[in-house]
């Protein structure tokens, strides 16, 4: 196309020069002057078609070398660690951009990019990657608690009632409440009940209660109180017991522990 142009161009300028500079040549191809003026306009717009298409020709085949310089993104990088709580993110490197030069073929039309073709690559500096540590450390944390003794009571009928006495003493037990905490830039932030672990079963502690009432129980033979027992005898007297009797008592029934040795109806009156 370009030679096409060049051609039409030289053409129409030697016929210029042709019709405007040697008038006899054009006296041949037009007897008239007007003639030779029409000519001339043809042959000059020829000529300034001609040198438009030339420029748009080499316009469109314009090739240029291009050298951009762009970044190189860098990576992140994890690594889980057993050195930091689970959770907790620390930096141990800093990521930097590299630097990459790209050489294009660009083709221009009319001024304007029509196509762009990447022909040679060289990393000017290369990328550093992004490390983080990543912990995957649990951190369990226990609490001590005392598990507290039951009081087991039974009755005793050889106390007195409202007595009571310790048979065995009660011991505590312990457990541990675990935990799992977790921190971040050293503070905790919260805390997990995981389970309850039990290291000492609590003893229980006995108590026996007395049962036997305070008053003592008297024998219904008698107006006065005459224990109720196995014998009773008056006091001072010389008898094996096991009861006694202090002072004088009225027989109103049957004088079963021979206590009215005279008959008059009274016991230990002498």
Known sequence: MAIIFTLLFITSVVCLVLV????????????????????????????????????ATADITRIETVEVTKPIAFKSIKREVTTLPEGERRFERDGKEG????????????GKETSRTVVDQKTLKKAVDEIILVGTLRIETSTPEAIPFETQTSDDPTMNRGTSSVREQGVSGAKVKVYEVKYKDGLEISRTFLREVVIRMP??????????SNKPECDPNYSGCVPV??????????GDGPAFVNGAVQVIGSDIYGLDSDGDGWGCDE
Do not use: M, N, W
């Not at 630097?99 to 009319?110: D, G, H, N, P, S």
């Open 20 to 55: 405007l500079g040697y008038p006899a040549a054009a006296a041949e191809l037009s007897k008239e002057r007007t003639a030779r003026v029409r000519l001339a306009v043809i042959f000059g717009s020829l000529a300034f078609i001609a040198l438009l298409g030339l420029i």
């Open 99 to 110: 630097q990459r030069l790209i050489t294009y073929k660009v083709r221009y039309a009319f």
């Open 203 to 212: 003893v229980a502690q006995l108590v026996a209660r007395g049962s036997r």
């Open 229 to 238: 027992a196995g014998d009773a005898d008056c006091a001072g007297v010389g």
